[in-house]
């Protein structure tokens, strides 16, 4: 079995970040996987995308063209990749920037507005780990015991302070 | 280091990699899609006893200072991206006009000129072919994974002692930007005798000298002649490919780095709708498996080079079957990825030939 994921949304918004939970969580559990972002100056404010891709299997390549999964942050994004989400793929929307509906009948969306629920429980900046939340469990990406696991592996001793937030920012996305 | 598997970006493990193969001394200077290389190298190379990392004013002082360092005998290396490369050539033929062992790293980007930021294959030529003024090769090695790039690290410091010459690890944007899990326990570094290095005579011999300058033509072309010797042996030994669904295959692809995985999932895709497709995937493209791919037009009906270039290691393809087999191209360019479609279309079109 093989998911392919793509996260795409402003710079900034921390796209690369919560690809990077979803690598670390498919490292603790043995699988094969790719983490590819999109790079250059996109990283300071443009559009941003991160593709990764969790297998059982060796992976071919890492770049994701059509997703199993779409995480869309921005209009942008959604418009860029819906048509290219494979039928019967999920589609995850932040409703608090993207006031348009998924127009595909043959992917199932799911709306949740991550931005405002981050500045309503304190969490700004972590809008991208409540949608991911969300995503983990709809689209039934991670286990739900390992997220801690996970995300002690991916946050820097340094930053130690950081890990309860995002924890917080998951669970909120998860029980949405 | 453990057996542990850790996650880390293509450009972070080759960096990891080569310290760890006792390479101390890293030159370079920044460049879309390596920096992370030099960043790597910043933190790392203060905390090794006797490590240096220096941003040099230019990509020729670094290739400069690669050949200082080479002259001495110690593990060295500098990175760059295609347009940095090139102000890297001069380097680069003075290094193999001295016999001198270094890595160099060339994580590709679009060209010509300044070109794009986005991966690219469109180096090979130069890299296998034209690095620089005067009648010399580069070991060039073509990594396709995370894992292979720590290997193929230890590999190239390896070969180019043996060797006495430079080891180019052929990378791209996209193998130096992905994350993969990666292993970094590689075992022992072998070591070579260098009777050759300036070390100082410590009034005990007589002292070495480092050149490639030749007035007289009698005793250059000698030097050629012999290193031409070095360089047949590196092509009867040193040659390395994987093969991939080859055993039937009547159509078989050629693609390195990024274009080989891919064509990996292209390959699978056809083989679904039955055509029988494989894979030879040249890890090193100087010396390039000439002999893999003349048995393998022995068995198939036709090639594709998959390419991020305008179509460069098709002509070795063609030389390497002698041309008894069409060999057709699939290529993007400029920063532009094949994809699996097109890699897959191109199957089809091969297959009925």
Redesign the interface.
Known sequence: MTTQILIAGFGGQGILFSGKFLAYEGLIEGKELSWLPSYGPEMRGGTANCSVILSDTKVGSPIVLNPDVLIAMNGPSLDKYENETVSGGKIFVDSSLITRKVERSDVEAYYIPATKMASDEGLTGLANMIILGHAIKKANLVPYENIEKAMKKLVPPKKQHLLEPNLRAIELGYNY | MSHE???MKGNEALAEAAIMAGCHHYFGYPI??QTEVAAYMSKRMPKIDGGVFLQAESEIAAINMVIGVASTGKRVMTSSSSPGISLKSEGLSYLAGCDLPALVVNVQRGGPGLGG??PSQSDYFHATRGAGHGDFHMIVLAPDSVQEMVSLVFHGFDLAEKYRMTTMILSD??MG?????VSLDMGEIKQYDKPWALTGTKCERKPNIVNSLYLQPEELEKRNFERYEKYKLIEETEPMFEEYKMEDAEVCIAAFG?AA??S??AI?EARKQGIKVGMIRPITLWPFPKKAFASAAEKVKSFVSVELSMGQMVEDIELSVRCKRPVLLCNRAGGM?P??QNVLDKIIEASKL
């Open positions: 598997k850790v996650l879309t899609p930021i986005q944007g996209t930007q992905m994350m993969e899990p990024v995985r891919v990996q999932n699978d990825i994809t699996t």
